[in-house]
Each structure stands twice: as C-alpha cells, then as structure tokens.
C-alpha cells in the first residue's frame, strides 16, 4: 500500500501585536491588552531588556541585593520566581498577590508597559548591549529556546534581526524608544559591556538607584556571587532549571560565553559591515556608544 503523506501544520513562532513579535505559545493579546492597568507600586523594579542583553545577569544581581537568602545560600529558589517575567506569566501567579517590594523583568518595548511605570512610578532598569553581541548571542538562542524558531543560517538570521522580524522585534526600535522616552520612567540605563567590565561599580550604581545599603561584605558578596563563573556554577542563577517547554535540554546553556566582542569569531568582515550600514545612522544618534571588544575602553 502506498505511504499516505500526511501535512503536520506548520508550527507559529511569531504574532504581532500593537507592533510587537510575541511567542504565540506562552502569551496571548488579551493578556498584553491586561497589562496596560496592572497595578503598580511605587516600591516595584522592573529590569527592562531586548533579548540577551543581560537580562538574567541583572536578575541575579537584584536578587543578591534584596534577598540575603540568596546571597548567603540559605534559600534555594529559582531567580524566575523571584524575579518574574510581567508578560510571560510562566508559573501563572497573580502578582498582585505578591508581598512588596516586587521585582520583575520584561522585554517589552516601551510603550507596552504598564501606565502606572510610565508615570514614573516604580523603578526600571534598562539594560543593553551592543547590538552585534546581542545578535550572535540571540542566533546561538534560537538552538536552545522550544519557542523561538531554530535559525539555520546565520546570515539569515542577521537579516531577520535587522528587519525586526524577530521575537522582541527590532533592536533599535527597541533601545531608542527606551532612551527617548526615559523621561517618563524612573529610570537607571545600564550596558552589559560597563557590568562586564567593572561589576562592582555598576552593583554600586544599582545600589544607589534603589536606596540600598549594603555591607562592604556584604557588596563583595554580591559581586562575586554574580560573576559569569560563579552563576554558571548556580542552578538558582543560570536558568538550567527552566522546563523542557522552554527549553531543549542537551542543545547548549543559557550562559553561554558571557563575553564582550564574541560577535568577531561568528560574523564576517562583509556581514559586520552590512549590519553597520544598516544601523549606522540610527545609532549615532542614542546617547549612549557601546564598547565592541573586551580589550576596548568604555567610551565616555
Ligand atoms: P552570551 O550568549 O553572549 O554568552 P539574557 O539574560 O538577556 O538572555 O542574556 C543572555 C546573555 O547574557 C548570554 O550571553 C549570557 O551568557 C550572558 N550572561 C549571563 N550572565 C552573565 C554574567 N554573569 N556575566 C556575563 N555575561 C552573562
């Protein structure tokens, strides 16, 4: 008898909504559409990213700062549930719920957060990175995450990341939203590259935004509690517990190289000058420069 070739559907990674790409399977519009009136508190955090930016980093760091259960090692709980993701509502908590202060961490842009964060209530973190870094981190993502969809080629890849038809959508679109709207949040801007380079000063920095005071012990800890091998050691800090929904266990780690410049060994010199054509123009103009080699400065 002849096979009978049956179609599997094609499986949806992306939707759009209000402008915006979102995994269809861990979120929906409606849901979104909520978050405009969720409640906030003056006393709320939230770290504010595009895709691998450092997000975890922050979270880990925030979680050595407000909970001296992690820091002592005393409590053993994930950082997702100390440090929840506002839209991607994993465990299905009702947040409102939870005991103050709380601390969460988004992907959104702008101008899809909670009203309450544009009035400048509560505190955000708004972390990035250079973009090339961010790209190469993003491609070797894609082999791990079971939501986004595997990209086979690089160079496909990039493309994709500089028209913004990627989860999260455009990097640009992303940061220079963030940048010009600051003065409507609470707001701390923060690079991957300056925490890579000096952890302690942007730990302090952070310290200093949320009113806390630690201990020199205490500081110290945190810092090197938060170094790329001491979380990579910490099941509690490098998200390898995360279930096999998110994740395809076996397919690499969360923290991968934890670098600043790993974009020169994937990319080559044509696609390097590619991506800077594209997004030349529209970076000279953020406030802020990034820092493109770990043997670089930080630029002033
Ligand atoms: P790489 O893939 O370049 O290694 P996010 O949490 O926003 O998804 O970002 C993930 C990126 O942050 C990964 O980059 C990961 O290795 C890096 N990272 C996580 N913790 C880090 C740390 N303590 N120090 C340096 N980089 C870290």
Redesign the pocket.
Known sequence: MPAVLTMQPQKQYLFKHKGFYFPPEVITAEYIDSLEDFEIRDSDVFIA?Y???????TQ?ILSLIYHEGHRNGTENTDLMDRIPWLEYNFRNRDYNSDPSPRLFATHLPYYLVPKGLRSRRAKVIYVSRNPK?VL??YY??TSLSSIIETAEDFGDFMEKFLAGEVLASSWIDHVEGWFSHKDDFNILFLT?EE??KDLRSSVLKICNFLGKRLTEEELQDVVDK???NK?KMDPRANYENLSSDLIQKGKGH??????VG?WKNTMTVAQSERFDSVLKERMQKLPIKYCWDINEDLPS
């Open positions: 990213t895709f691998k930016s450092g997000t975890v980093w880990n870094d190469v981190s070797h993502f991957y925490m890579k938060a170094t790329f979380m969360f923290l991968r190289k934890g670098t790993d």
